[in-house]
Every structure is written in structure tokens, then in C-alpha cells.
């Protein structure tokens, strides 16, 4: 096996800052992603609907594309074996081309359940300039040794 | 959307009967597979080795597994089919609503997804779609409408849940 980064329950502590992860927003970032996603709606390719119709001020990211951005952030940080258990996100406002994005987290919490599986609580802030147009809570599992793996918990031993 | 104002009024039959009540069920309209796992790395430079490199998804997830947060992708219907007469639409309570309540815009708001099962490659995924709840009309920033709250579970060929979707909406009309 290729050697691939791994980061234990053990090493992380509630208060501990992810790595900012700064993220230039373009047109094709928008329409590669809401493609990617197979979602047609003109709002993520079209200036004039998207200004026209929704009244937004260019086109914007959808929803799912900015899912697979938040896993990508936390899974940069946790590693393959970090197994996302469920994730929680609010939109308050939009996400442009043009735009900076700039993700950053805090652990929350740190647990392990009943099935011994390690969770890891992290709280994730999307900033642009000064705004905040979205958040996201995440659970996910991390090993408790080098010879745990989340991917392996099947049934009662997976409780997201 | 902060700022909002509420104004009781009441939601018509139709749309109280649907609540709760599991609606569209169906299937994907085609197979997991790795050519969207890629997009969808690439679309946001996700490099985690389990969706390119084989040698350590066989080791980890005993395979190649698409990520989790592609669940809605595989469910969303083509563009375009030979024979469809309109445009297919995902979500499908989604857009109900809006054209029952005569809401003609809308966007998501919140979102929440837990992940059961790893999805993999040459899986046949089903879904169904339940709506929650219907709040009354609100005025935002966006317009006067309403939120509502619509579950989406994905099931694979074995009856497995491979994970479970809550999206929150607000169909809205303009502020004149």
C-alpha cells in the first residue's frame, strides 16, 4: 500500500485549528462543480437567469458541489481513514466567481461510542472577505491505533 | 436571510397530505461509476488516495468507493432522454411545492446528510423522498414564501442504507 497520511483520535484535542484552506472561485469552478454533481439548473451556468431571474449578482455554487468541498477539507486533514459520518451545513449567502473562499476548522468534540468508534466533531467556517456565507458541523470517525479502521465498521458498529 | 417576518396562513390540502408521506420512489438512472468519482474529485482537487489509488482503497475500503458526499449526484436524473417529454427534475417535492404554493423561485438553505454504507462502483442505488415540514409564509431579504424540509434516503441493491439527505428549502416571489 501506498503510504498514506494517517492521524489518530489520539492526536487531535477539542480546540485544535484545522489548516486554512484558501480556494479562488472562478466561473468554471461554479459550472465544473454543479456538473459534477449533475446539476443542470441554469442559476450555476447562466449570468443572465441567475441575474434575471433569481436576482443573485453572477451565478453561483450549488449546494452539493460545496459538500464535496467541505469533505474534501476535512479529509485533506484526517486522511484516508477518516470516515465521514454526517455533515450539517447552512447556507446564508452565496458563493460567486471572483470570490475567495477561505475554509477553516475547530475541533469541537472528541467521543468515542459504544461500539468503540472514535468521532471527531469539527466545526467548519467558510469565510469570503468579511462574510461568512456558510458553515458546516461534521462528525467523523478517526482510528484509535494504527490498526483501526473506520471503513471496516459495518451495522451496530457504524453509528453516524 | 436573517431578517424574517412571519404571517399565519393556511397550506393548502394537497400539500398537508404529502406530509410525511413517502413519495417517488425510484430508482438511479444509471450504475455508479468511476468516471463521476473522478469529475467529482477533480472538481474540487480532492486528492484522498481511496479515489486514485487502488492499492490503498483495496487495502482501506476493500475497493474503489465513491465519496460519500456524491450521494445526490446519483440520483439525479439526465438533462435530456429519448422519449422524455419534459425536463425530469430532481427533488422532485422539491418543485411540487413550488408550483403548488405559486412559489416561482427557490434555493436551499440548510443541509444535512448522514452516510450509511460505502457507495461503490456498479452499485444501483434507489431513493425515495418524504417531506417533513411546510412553515408558514416568511419575508426574507429574497422575497415572501415559505421553508420546507424534504428527506431523501438512498438505498443500494441489498437493501443497505447507504445514507439519508435532509434538505431545507425557501420557495419564494420576488419582492416587488
Known sequence: MAQAQLLLAGDVSVGDKLPPLPVDVSATTVILGALATRDWRPMHHDVDFAVNRNGTRDIFMNTPNLAAWFERYLTDWSGPRGRLGRMKFRMRDSIFPGDTMVFGGTVTKLETDDAGCCWAEISVQVTVGDKSPTDCTARIALPSAPDDNPWKRKADDWKP | ?176
Open chain 2, 1 to 176: 436571510m436573517t431578517k424574517t417576518t412571519t404571517t399565519t396562513t393556511e397550506l393548502p390540502e394537497e400539500v398537508k397530505s404529502w406530509i410525511g408521506q413517502v413519495r417517488y420512489e425510484e430508482p438511479t438512472e444509471f450504475e455508479v461509476e468511476r468516471g463521476y468519482i473522478f469529475t467529482s474529485c477533480a472538481s474540487v482537487q480532492n486528492g484522498n488516495p481511496l479515489y486514485w489509488d487502488e492499492a490503498v482503497a483495496d487495502e482501506l475500503t476493500d475497493g474503489i468507493t465513491a465519496p460519500p458526499t456524491m450521494l445526490s449526484a446519483w440520483f439525479r436524473p439526465h438533462y435530456w432522454a429519448p422519449g422524455r417529454t419534459k425536463e425530469a427534475q430532481p427533488l422532485q417535492v422539491h418543485f411540487d411545492l413550488k408550483e403548488t404554493l405559486g412559489l416561482p423561485e427557490a434555493v436551499m438553505t440548510d443541509n444535512e446528510i448522514v452516510f450509511g454504507v460505502p457507495v461503490r462502483p456498479g452499485d444501483r442505488l434507489r431513493t425515495h423522498q418524504i417531506l417533513r415540514s411546510v412553515s408558514d409564509l416568511k419575508t426574507t431579504k429574497l422575497g415572501t414564501g415559505r421553508f420546507w424540509v424534504i428527506e431523501v434516503q438512498y438505498l443500494n441493491q441489498n437493501e443497505e442504507l447507504v445514507g439519508t439527505e435532509s434538505y431545507t428549502g425557501f420557495g419564494y416571489g420576488r419582492n416587488a
